[in-house]
């Protein structure tokens, strides 16, 4: 049966019962942002994915495909952003199939925040969804609880105070796509700066009225790592070895052909008429 | 009294070398501050993909069942082997599924895609959250120093026997700094014509 399954759940309540409570999941700690401007709509977001104070991944994707124009930025727990996002593209080319239009992003708003609210929070996804539809372009925010704001310009997880002080005060009406483009950089980047659960690099997504969407990845690499003083290769050899199997990966066993009949010529086959 | 993942200890760590990758792990079995065994190997292997599980023992053990359980019947409907790439995501499913009653692991996937023999290696969270990397990833109790461990030591383009000497290094001082992991370790090394399996010789502490 598809969906979650809750097996382990009573075992996992009496382990935490008896003093063994739930291991820490990757959470993207966060910077992301969305900026609507004259035709479209960008969204952008940073590349650290922490797993409590370690860094898990430095160049992780925050953002995800939903439909080919539309996009999503996710912050909070790692893995439930990534299933949410597949899930609403999958049950959005479904249902875009099925009505005969592109999809919209209303809908995979509604769908995502009837999801979120009947787990009650639990599935821990925030989300920055925008894009372009036959309506226009969008630019939503939704809460893991399942409330969802609409704006010009939205920021969410860790870092968003960061990145909401600088669009606060960089942000004007009718932007050109190329101001929308630096402004939401620069947002980011005061989260990267600022913000312990924020770092590495800019990712961004820019969605254009009747223009395919392009994905920027790092569209800024402001963290690159210098060159190391020197290597710490280990001579062949340093490492003990008490036992050694080697594997030859072997696709088909080998064969000889014996004899070969052709049973029907494929040009000469009838059909029927 | 601490959390599942530590009770039975262990590490596990995957690099990126020149057309090749090579999986590592420890042998250490315990309960709490009690070695049980010192022959638990930690990775296996299902056709291309070579899976690393620490965390919670018996998960470990069921985890490696349930994926046996799946990749066969994968090469029984596909009609071929599975590549690293699905198996990580078939990984990231089957852990996502139990979402609000997790299995306590910290699972590592490596190998090599035999149709583009691109080398290939992830890391997940308990709950199938894909950490798609392009050096090295690492899992387990000694996870921090196996952190530092190949943030200095890796660099890319290594050769297949160039690449076992970092990745059994790392290894071998990341899991000597942890008491939980350790009693031994095992090295795959694996290029597109043959996988090299290697035990190495380790402090007994």
């Known amino acids: ?273 | 009294m601490s959390d599942p993942s530590s009770i039975n200890g262990g590490s596990v760590v995957a690099m990126v070398g020149k057309d090749c990758v090579a999986i590592g792990c420890d042998m250490r079995l315990g309960m709490q501050a009690l070695t049980v065994s010192n022959d638990f190997p930690k990775i296996f292997q299902f056709n291309n993909a070579f899976l690393g599980l620490t965390g919670l023992a018996t998960d470990v053990i069921t985890l490696s069942e349930v994926f046996r359980y799946k990749v066969n019947l994968y090469n029984l409907r596909e009609e071929r082997k599975i590549e690293p790439e699905t198996f990580a995501n078939l990984v990231s499913s089957t852990l996502y599924e139990k979402r609000f009653g997790p299995y306590f692991v910290g699972p590592i996937v490596a190998g090599i895609n035999s149709k583009s023999g691109d080398p290939y290696i992830c890391g997940f969270d308990l709950i199938g959250c894909i950490n798609f990397a392009k050096d090295f990833v690492v899992g387990g109790t000694s996870s921090d120093q196996l952190f530092g461990m190949c943030e200095s030591l890796w660099e890319p383009n290594l050769e297949p026997d160039d690449l076992f000497e970092t990745i059994s290094q790392a290894l071998l001082n990341a899991q000597d700094r942890d008491a939980l992991s350790g009693w031994g370790a095992i090295v795959y090394v694996i290029t597109k014509d043959k996988v090299v399996k290697r035990l190495l010789k380790t402090r007994q502490d």
């Open chain 1, 1 to 273: 049966m598809p969906g979650f399954n809750f097996d382990n759940y009573q075992r996992n309540k009496f382990l935490a019962a008896k003093g063994y409570p739930l291991p820490k999941a990757t959470s993207t700690g966060t910077t992301i942002v969305g900026c609507r401007f004259d035709g479209g709509v960008v969204i952008a977001a940073d590349t650290r994915a922490t797993e409590g104070d370690i860094v898990a991944d430095k160049n992780c994707e925050k953002l995800h495909r939903i439909s080919p124009t539309i996009w999503c930025a996710g912050a909070g727990t790692a893995a439930d952003c990534e299933f949410v996002t597949q899930l609403m593209s999958s049950t959005l080319e479904l249902h875009a199939l099925s009505t005969g239009r592109k999809p919209r992003v209303v809908t995979c708003l509604t769908l995502l925040k009837q999801h979120l609210f009947k787990y009650q929070g639990h599935v821990g996804a925030y989300l920055i969804v925008a894009g372009v539809d036959p309506t226009g372009p969008r630019l939503f925010s939704i809460h893991a609880h399942g409330s969802t704001d609409v704006g010009y310009y939205l920021s969410l997880g860790s870092g968003s105070m960061a990145a909401m002080a600088v669009l606060e005060t960089k942000w004007k009406p009718s932007l050109t796509k190329e101001d929308a483009m630096s402004l939401c950089a620069e947002a980011i980047e005061a989260g990267i700066w600022n913000d312990l659960g924020s770092g590495s690099n800019v990712d961004m997504c820019v969605m254009e009225v009747d223009k395919p969407a392009v994905l920027f990845r790092n569209y800024r690499t402001p963290n690159e790592r210098s060159t190391k003083e020197q290597s710490y290769m280990f001579a062949r050899g340093t490492t003990a070895i008490l036992k050694e199997k080697v594997r030859p990966v072997v696709d088909t066993v080998p064969f000889d052909i014996v004899q070969e009949t052709i049973i029907q010529d494929v040009d000469k086959m009838e059909i029927d008429s």
